[in-house]
């Protein structure tokens, strides 16, 4: 069981990133998938999340119209544009999976397979 998250750097206020994150099959074909953020001094907060089968998605209001949550669950990814990043974008971001329902709440309690993590750091 493994989520491997991709793609982070360091990006101008106003630019875009896209994270990636590789899943291991046995969780990806039945997981509901999500992206959270810890920034320095601060708990970690939910981002976005997608139903197994991508018909569904629920945003945090801090980035909805900017961030976008897909998934291609023939190549067990999930991703995540980042567009329009602000400096309080900050933070690490994690992948996260929860099994056995379609959950895309914003409790990271329901997830129980983490990433390890990607820096995103946006500057002014």
């Known amino acids: 069981v493994q989520l491997v998250e991709s793609g982070g750097g360091l990006v101008q206020a106003g630019g875009s990133l896209r994270l990636s994150c590789a899943a291991s099959g046995r969780i990806f074909s039945s997981s509901a998938m999500g992206w959270f953020r810890q920034a320095p001094g601060k708990e970690r907060e939910f981002v976005a999340a997608i139903r197994w089968s991508g018909s569904r998605t629920h945003y945090a209001d801090s980035v909805k119209g900017r961030f976008t949550i897909s998934r291609d669950n023939a190549k067990n990814t999930v991703a995540l544009q980042m567009n329009s990043l602000k400096p309080e974008d900050t933070a690490v971001y994690y992948c996260?999976?929860?099994?056995?329902?379609?959950?895309?709440?914003?409790?990271?309690?329901?997830?129980?397979?983490w990433g390890q993590g990607t820096q995103v750091t946006v500057s002014s």
């Open positions: 996260a999976a929860h099994l056995g329902s379609d959950y895309i709440g914003p409790l990271s309690s329901e997830y129980g397979y």
